[in-house]
């Protein structure tokens, strides 16, 4: 009993100190409203264990390791303390305080830390543990009995009146467990009988997280024995809705496991949910720091050599750099967690050599944070399945571009997809959101029910560019300039942000693609001797670096942008061609601020809008043919980067097509800009 007071004492002074008393005052206000008519009043007490343990080390042994014998002793003090100060008229009775305990974090530690290859899975763990991991899955939220009151059948007993007895649901317990009918009196041994008037409900999610590490298996298959086990959590009150599919998280819970016979289910119960993110490396090498030194002459000359030397264990240096450059522009325009509002840059390829587009796209995958790449046999968006754990409800699993969340999701060679399944990008594409349909018949529900979940991530797909395009009806009618989408319908095409066209082009290129796969295949610590050689692990430091780095629009930049938007919508009014809509503008300013994010600039300038016109107008023609602004295919590298002439070169060609961007703003939305001079 000493023991206990002593425990008692530590938790009233730990409330004292951390604030929970004066919060204790504050939700008792909240039951001596009139409207109030449960006679069951619930606490949430925060608890900082470090805190704890440096008060009353017995105590914080207690929380850590034992925490359903320390929550009577808070209900006892919380109990003592309402009454004494008169906070809560109505109470009776101890057994009417419900406190759950919410662990602030746990000691970094082994022992604490989730991790099914090693766990105690034979024996019962009743201690909190963290795991870090990605949500997967998730049911709609239902009820449970949350408490409820139970009497005794003897008339003459005393319990079988008041509040003497009320049962909770304690971590791990299933519902029979609080509202079970074979619990008998503790005055008189008569049994029990539940006054189901005085049942208290509460809300119960379902959902399913795999570790962190399986983030890395989701970019492409691996021939590795390691299996990832997903585990389930149950989120109670006021955590239901507070993990989102796709989303990284940080859980505290309790380990539990239910034997319904035959078969034993093994969870845990959700105490705490944090959003998190991981910690990637971002650190620039010296390789890029000194070549950023030495290209500080040019705002264009950074991103070039960047992009020219990108990929080399895939393509030679200098071949396909304008699809080069929209795949690292992609992958600075993601976020891990999209905690800001990014515009995602969408690419369509039409080529001709699959086998190869399908290597340089895999090998940028493997550059982004969270990076996954679509399996034909699974769902892309979401999937149902009946629940295991006794709910009976629908769970609903994520699809490829859920898991992509804050990433890329690489859909591939879209020539092998049905109508269905073009016409569900499409609609995601637009409205980035993605919808499943539940039937409640067979899930249990009365209503059938339809939720959406949020897509943010980028898409990067390829197609045939040589495909016959008769299939969708357009061949009679493109428009000079324009490219035949091949297999797919063009309205999907429109609905992707870039699209970029790469063909083999003639013998030499062909060429140069077989010498190199045989050099590399030879020689692979050879095949590109060169001073300007960066590894995978250099551009996995510099993405990561530029994709944390916050730009700001210049007033140059602003005006180029506005005014070709302006100038672009003048041209198709008047040409009664397929006009630019909102989503044009703010797709220049995403490759703007992502060329300046390249370049690792922090103010986005006018050089950055030339290369974002220039990679849209070449969108728009192959989308809807040529425009008065006249631009070559590959404008944004009009000739080889091999040395520093190259790298001139470029440079002036880029120059003169600036001038003409210039010229073609004066000349068809001079009220745009007016302060664009004639150069």
Same mark, same amino acid.
């Given at each position: 009993?000493?023991?206990?007071?002593? *425990?008692?004492?530590?938790?009233?002074?730990?409330?004292?100190?951390?604030?929970?008393?004066?919060?204790?005052?504050?939700?008792?206000?909240?039951?001596?409203?009139?409207?109030?008519? &449960?006679?069951?009043?619930?606490?949430?007490?925060?608890?900082?264990?470090?805190?704890?343990?440096?008060?009353?080390?017995?105590?914080?042994?207690?929380?850590?390791?034992?925490?359903?014998?320390?929550?009577?002793?808070?209900?006892?003090?919380?109990?003592?303390?309402?009454?004494?100060?008169?906070?809560?008229?109505?109470?009776?009775?101890?057994?009417?305080?419900?406190?759950?305990?919410?662990?602030?974090?746990?000691?970094?530690?082994?022992?604490?830390?989730?991790?099914?290859?090693?766990?105690?899975?034979?024996?019962?763990?009743?201690?909190?543990?963290?795991?870090?991991?990605?949500?997967?899955?998730?049911?709609?939220?239902?009820?449970?009995?949350?408490?409820?009151?139970? *009497?005794?059948?003897?008339?003459?007993?005393?319990?079988?009146?008041?509040?003497?007895?009320?049962?909770?649901?304690?971590?791990?317990?299933?519902?029979?467990?609080?509202?079970?009918?074979?619990?008998?009196?503790?005055?008189?041994?008569?049994?029990?009988?539940?006054?189901? &008037?005085?049942?208290?409900?509460?809300?119960?999610?379902?959902?399913?997280?795999?570790?962190?590490?399986?983030?890395?298996?989701?970019?492409?298959?691996?021939?590795?024995?390691?299996?990832?086990?997903?585990?389930?959590?149950?989120?109670? #009150?006021?955590?239901?809705?507070?993990?989102?599919?796709?989303?990284?998280?940080?859980?505290? @819970?309790?380990?539990?496991?239910?034997?319904?016979?035959?078969?034993?289910?093994?969870?845990?119960?959700?105490?705490?949910?944090?959003?998190?993110?991981?910690?990637?490396?971002?650190?620039?090498?010296? $390789?890029?720091?000194?070549?950023?030194?030495?290209?500080?002459?040019?705002?264009?000359?950074?991103?070039?050599?960047?992009?020219?030397?990108?990929?080399?264990?895939?393509?030679?240096?200098?071949?396909?750099?304008?699809?080069?450059?929209?795949?690292?522009?992609?992958?600075?325009?993601?976020?891990?967690?999209? &905690?800001?509002?990014?515009?995602?840059? #969408?690419?369509?390829?039409?080529?001709?050599?699959?086998?190869?587009?399908?290597?340089?796209?895999?090998?940028? *995958?493997?550059?982004?944070?969270?990076?996954?790449?679509?399996?034909?046999?699974?769902?892309?968006?979401?999937?149902?399945?009946?629940?295991?754990?006794?709910? @009976?409800?629908?769970?609903?699993?994520?699809?490829?571009?859920?898991?992509?969340?804050?990433?890329?999701?690489?859909?591939?060679?879209?020539?092998?997809?049905?109508?269905?399944?073009? #016409?569900?990008?499409?609609?995601?594409?637009?409205?980035?959101?993605?919808?499943?349909?539940?039937?409640?018949?067979?899930?249990?529900?009365?209503?059938?029910?339809?939720?959406?979940?949020?897509?943010?991530?980028?898409?990067?797909?390829?197609?045939?560019?040589?495909?016959?395009?008769?299939?969708?009806?357009?061949?009679?009618?493109?428009?000079?300039?324009?490219?035949?989408? @091949?297999?797919?319908?063009?309205?999907?095409?429109?609905?992707?942000?870039?699209?970029?066209?790469?063909?083999?082009?003639? $013998?030499?290129?062909?060429?140069?693609?077989?010498?190199?796969?045989?050099?590399?295949?030879? *020689?692979?610590?050879?095949?590109?001797?060169?001073?300007?050689?960066?590894?995978?692990?250099?551009?996995?430091?510099?993405?990561?670096?530029?994709?944390?780095?916050?730009?700001?629009?210049?007033?140059?930049?602003?005006?180029?942008?506005?005014?070709?938007?302006?100038?672009?919508?003048?041209?198709?009014?008047?040409?009664?061609?397929?006009?630019?809509?909102?989503?044009?503008?703010?797709?220049?300013?995403?490759?703007?601020?992502?060329?300046?994010?390249?370049?690792?600039?922090?103010?986005?300038?006018?050089?950055? !809008?030339?290369? !974002?016109?220039?990679?849209?107008?070449?969108?728009?023609?192959?989308?809807?043919?040529?425009?008065?602004?006249?631009?070559?295919?590959?404008?944004?590298?009009?000739?080889?980067? @091999?040395?520093?002439?190259?790298?001139?070169?470029?440079?002036?060609?880029?120059?003169?097509?600036?001038?003409?961007?210039?010229?073609?703003?004066?000349?068809?939305?001079?009220?745009?800009?007016?302060?664009?001079?004639?150069?």
């Amino acid at each position: 009993m000493a023991n206990i007071f002593t *425990l008692k004492k530590s938790i009233l002074s730990y409330l004292n100190l951390s604030g929970g008393l004066q919060k204790l005052v504050n939700d008792c206000a909240s039951f001596n409203d009139p409207q109030h008519a &449960k006679d069951v009043y619930r606490f949430c007490i925060t608890v900082n264990p470090s805190d704890v343990i440096d008060l009353d080390a017995e105590l914080g042994d207690c929380i850590l390791h034992d925490p359903q014998r320390a929550t009577p002793l808070f209900q006892s003090v919380c109990f003592t303390a309402i009454k004494n100060l008169s906070l809560v008229k109505k109470i009776q009775t101890e057994c009417q305080v419900n406190v759950v305990l919410k662990l602030t974090h746990l000691p970094p530690f082994p022992e604490y830390v989730l991790d099914l290859a090693t766990f105690p899975r034979m024996r019962q763990t009743t201690w909190p543990v963290l795991m870090e991991g990605l949500a997967i899955a998730t049911t709609w939220v239902t009820k449970y009995t949350q408490g409820t009151r139970f *009497l005794c059948s003897n008339d003459c007993c005393p319990f079988s009146l008041g509040f003497h007895t009320i049962r909770f649901h304690t971590p791990g317990a299933t519902e029979s467990a609080t509202v079970g009918n074979d619990f008998t009196c503790m005055v008189c041994t008569s049994p029990f009988k539940e006054d189901i &008037k005085f049942r208290v409900l509460g809300d119960k999610q379902l959902v399913e997280l795999i570790h962190v590490d399986a983030l890395n298996v989701l970019h492409a298959p691996q021939q590795t024995a390691i299996r990832y086990q997903s585990v389930t959590f149950f989120l109670r #009150d006021e955590l239901c809705n507070a993990m989102r599919i796709g989303r990284l998280y940080r859980v505290i @819970g309790i380990p539990a496991r239910v034997h319904r016979s035959p078969n034993i289910t093994w969870s845990v119960e959700a105490n705490s949910v944090q959003p998190w993110e991981p910690e990637y490396p971002h650190e620039i090498s010296v $390789k890029f720091k000194e070549l950023l030194d030495a290209t500080r002459g040019s705002p264009w000359r950074f991103a070039a050599v960047v992009t020219n030397c990108f990929a080399l264990d895939v393509v030679p240096r200098g071949l396909f750099n304008t699809l080069k450059l929209s795949l690292l522009l992609s992958l600075l325009q993601t976020e891990a967690e999209a &905690k800001h509002t990014v515009f995602n840059l #969408d690419l369509l390829v039409m080529t001709d050599d699959k086998l190869i587009l399908d290597r340089l796209m895999a090998y940028a *995958l493997s550059l982004a944070c969270r990076g996954v790449r679509h399996p034909a046999s699974e769902k892309m968006f979401a999937s149902l399945s009946q629940d295991e754990h006794g709910v @009976g409800t629908a769970n609903i699993h994520a699809g490829s571009a859920l898991l992509a969340t804050g990433g890329i999701c690489m859909l591939g060679d879209l020539s092998g997809f049905v109508k269905d399944e073009l #016409d569900a990008i499409q609609s995601v594409l637009d409205s980035r959101t993605a919808s499943v349909f539940i039937p409640g018949k067979k899930y249990g529900e009365a209503v059938d029910q339809k939720l959406s979940f949020p897509v943010s991530c980028s898409f990067w797909a390829f197609t045939d560019s040589a495909h016959p395009p008769q299939r969708w009806g357009r061949a009679h009618d493109v428009t000079l300039g324009a490219a035949g989408m @091949g297999a797919i319908p063009p309205q999907l095409a429109d609905s992707f942000g870039l699209v970029v066209q790469v063909d083999q082009g003639g $013998k030499q290129t062909v060429l140069a693609q077989a010498v190199h796969i045989l050099r590399q295949a030879v *020689l692979p610590e050879e095949h590109h001797p060169s001073l300007m050689n960066f590894s995978a692990e250099d551009y996995e430091g510099l993405v990561a670096h530029a994709q944390n780095l916050k730009v700001e629009l210049s007033t140059s930049a602003q005006m180029m942008i506005h005014g070709y938007y302006m100038a672009s919508r003048a041209v198709c009014s008047q040409t009664h061609a397929a006009k630019m809509s909102m989503a044009s503008i703010k797709l220049l300013i995403s490759l703007a601020e992502a060329h300046c994010k390249l370049s690792l600039r922090r103010q986005v300038v006018q050089e950055d !809008a030339v290369i !974002a016109v220039l990679l849209c107008e070449n969108s728009s023609t192959l989308k809807h043919g040529a425009s008065a602004l006249v631009i070559p295919p590959d404008a944004a590298f009009p000739n080889d980067l @091999g040395d520093v002439d190259g790298l001139l070169r470029r440079e002036r060609a880029l120059d003169l097509l600036r001038q003409d961007i210039l010229r073609f703003i004066h000349a068809y939305a001079p009220q745009a800009v007016k302060d664009i001079r004639e150069e």
